[in-house]
């Protein structure tokens, strides 16, 4: 594998289901993102870690809970979400300090809420 | 904080025409710029960026893009589109300072190139 590796592509569930994305990053990267995309809207930033340790938490709703357990992998656990939580969660790692830092992404989970 | 405005939703063009998608942001410190591409169903990757050095920018792909401090646009140009250049485009910001780090989105482009 190489880039930024995403699981699952898409993910159907219900509002007391509780389901986790995950990410891997093949870079060498000391950075993870996760970002969500919804229809109309810019990318938000949800949630930044930095060499294992959150740094930004960008008035994330509790129902959204990250793990970052080492620097390759980022996981996302979702707990009663909403409708409107339906969107493309997009994933991304860079090299935090170095000249070029530079954000690559993952191909996102499509989730659906029903 | 910093903010991105791309000033067209939506930009159908024909092939081999040229094409000028634009990007306007705001800042109060210096920043970084990034074009990135989004094909139907995939994630984002990452077209070409501005950080330091020559205003003028090129992707491997044709496209190419010019940074104006004076203006505040990162404007992307082609001079002759493919069908394979149908998708959503995203200008975004990375100032420096305090938000070192955390990239700001404008809303997209979708480029439709018609045969």
């Known amino acids: 594998e190489t880039g930024v590796t995403q699981t699952p592509r898409h993910l159907v569930m219900g509002m007391t289901n509780k389901k986790s994305l995950k990410c891997e990053q093949h870079?060498?990267?000391?950075?993870m993102y996760w970002y969500k995309q919804s229809a109309k809207k810019p990318l938000e930033l949800m949630f930044v870690?930095?060499?294992?340790?959150?740094?930004e938490n960008n008035s994330v709703p509790s129902r959204f809970s990250p793990e970052c357990p080492n620097s390759s992998h980022l996981f996302l656990h979702l707990h009663t979400l909403q409708p409107e939580d339906s969107a493309l969660y997009l994933c991304?790692?860079?090299?935090?300090?170095?000249?070029?830092?530079?954000?690559?992404f993952g191909p996102g989970t499509r989730l659906t809420v029903l | 904080a910093q903010s991105v405005t791309q000033l067209d939703s939506q930009v159908p063009v024909f092939e081999e025409a040229p094409v000028e998608l634009r990007c306007n942001y705001s800042s109060s410190v210096s920043v970084y710029l990034f074009w990135y591409v989004q094909y139907p169903n995939q994630g984002l990757q990452l077209l070409l960026k501005y950080l330091s050095g020559s205003t003028l920018v090129e992707s491997i792909n044709g496209f190419e893009a010019e940074f104006n401090k004076s203006q505040t646009s990162f404007h992307l140009r082609k001079p002759s589109v493919h069908i394979s250049d149908t998708a959503e485009y995203f200008c975004a910001v990375m100032a420096g300072g305090t938000s070192y780090g955390k990239l700001t989105f404008g809303q997209g482009t979708i480029l439709t190139v018609h045969p």
């Open positions: 870690y930095n060499f294992k340790e959150q740094t």
């Open positions: 991304a790692s860079s090299d935090r300090g170095s000249s070029t830092d530079t954000q690559y």
């Open positions: 870079l060498g990267h000391n950075a």
